[in-house]
């Protein structure tokens, strides 16, 4: 804030683009990785999703509903005229309860175009189709030990996570957003 007598004549916030910096750090079983705790959710997982985009005058939104995908032309999956959703067998084989998809909806109320709606519904969909996990980790701080200071990390640095303990190993990077390592 900037006051010129008693008015206040400017107000300012200084936005960070990213702060930290990916220096190539690693936390590693056997070395400083002390505990990983790995917490899976998959309560927001979709196996299909209906798209839609920007709505027309009468509050229309639109759909990719007349749009034709083919496997066998390229596309990454069947979608015959007249469906409204776009569907991944394969997470359907691993999430799909009984003969029931789980279905969402993903919408761009900008997107005008249903080649384009589809694709950033099928995009969305590889994105939603999977678990999401939450990491908590103990970790030790090495550069406070004599010839380890390049073992530095700060708030917002990039790191990347090795934990060993599962086969195949399971590698992660994420930002360094608190005292607690928090992964995506």
Known sequence: ???????????YIDL??????NNGKRFEYTKDLIKVQR???????VTALIGLGKADQQGNKLTFKDVVWSKANGDPTDKPAGQDYVFDENA???WGRGL??????YEDSNETNPYTLLQ???NELQRRKNSTY???????MLERIAGYEHETVRLGDTVAIIDK????????STRLNSSHLGIS
Not at 1 to 11: A, L, N, T, W
Not at 134 to 140: C, G, M, P, R, S
């Open 16 to 21: 960070l683009k990213q702060r930290g910096q």
């Open 165 to 172: 303990t599962f086969d195949p190993p399971d590698r992660k």
């Open 39 to 45: 917490t899976e959710n998959s309560q927001q997982i």
């Open 1 to 11: 804030i900037e006051v010129d007598g008693s008015q206040i004549s400017g107000r």
């Open 134 to 140: 939450t990491y908590n980790l103990d970790v030790a």
């Open 120 to 122: 950033k519904t099928w």
């Open 100 to 105: 029931r998809q789980i279905e969402g909806i």
């Open 92 to 94: 359907y084989q691993i």
